[in-house]
């Protein structure tokens, strides 16, 4: 038998009208806006956001109970944001569960062995927040991570970002246009060797700038242009 409400107020309340009510609010938001408002708190901070944190961050639009009760509980949101348990937020821990994986495989892992073990392991985007890409990370670690690869890691974090600015996936002329008043990007030109200058080379770059784009909970038109707010 349930508890008499304390309140006469709250006794009155019908149970299918207040089941609308928190219908209604939840749709407010939708699962992936909580997922990259999330995300933006991560990003601003450089950590993982406790419950607290996040209800005092001006920056941030929505409650923490919207977002339990979207999920179930804040460490189910932030496991479907790709963030880790607090536990995990530092810089050497980060770095000590890559070398914790190394050790299990056998070798350097690598970003696929990281979606492998989602949940378990800190996602690929908390890693390029906190070194600059997942190469750094490694390298930091102590594996011998080829140049080329964190060439390209480089390059497709300055085309997530560039996509962000002006709307879309950059085309080549976007990036030209960017690089003069950038001198620290890489020149179109370094992107296109990448991919051995083959047919196809651009629209290969621009695919794995969509697939990091997605990563951070951005959605992506069939055009290349970005869909809502970040």
């Not at 930091?140 to 080329?148: F, L, S, T």
């Amino acid at each position: 038998m349930a508890p008499k409400p304390r309140y006469e107020a709250i006794s009155r309340i019908d149970p299918g009208e207040l089941a609308s009510f928190r219908t209604s609010m939840r749709k407010r938001y939708s699962d992936e806006q909580i997922l990259a408002e999330l995300r933006a708190h991560a990003l601003r901070t450089g950590r993982s956001p406790t419950m607290k944190e996040f209800a005092a961050d001006p920056d941030a639009s929505v409650h923490p109970q919207t977002v339990i009760e979207h999920f179930g509980t804040w460490n189910a949101a932030k496991r479907a944001a790709g963030l880790v348990p607090r536990r995990f937020a530092t810089r050497e821990e980060l770095l000590a569960l890559l070398r914790a994986l190394g050790d299990e495989l056998g070798r350097t892992p690598t970003t696929r062995d990281l979606d492998d073990r989602r949940g378990g392991m800190p996602s690929k985007s908390l890693y390029w927040h906190t070194f600059g890409s997942l190469a750094a990370a490694l390298r930091e670690a102590g594996y011998d991570v080829a140049a080329g690869q964190e060439r390209l890691e480089r390059a497709v974090g300055q085309g997530a970002a560039l996509a962000q600015e002006i709307g879309r996936l950059p085309k080549f002329a976007d990036w030209s246009t960017a690089r003069h008043e950038r001198p620290n990007m890489l020149t179109e030109w370094q992107v296109y060797r990448m991919f051995d200058s083959r047919r196809g080379a651009w629209a290969t770059f621009q695919f794995l700038i969509r697939q990091r784009l997605i990563e951070e909970g951005r959605a992506v038109a069939s055009d290349g242009s970005l869909l809502g707010s970040p």
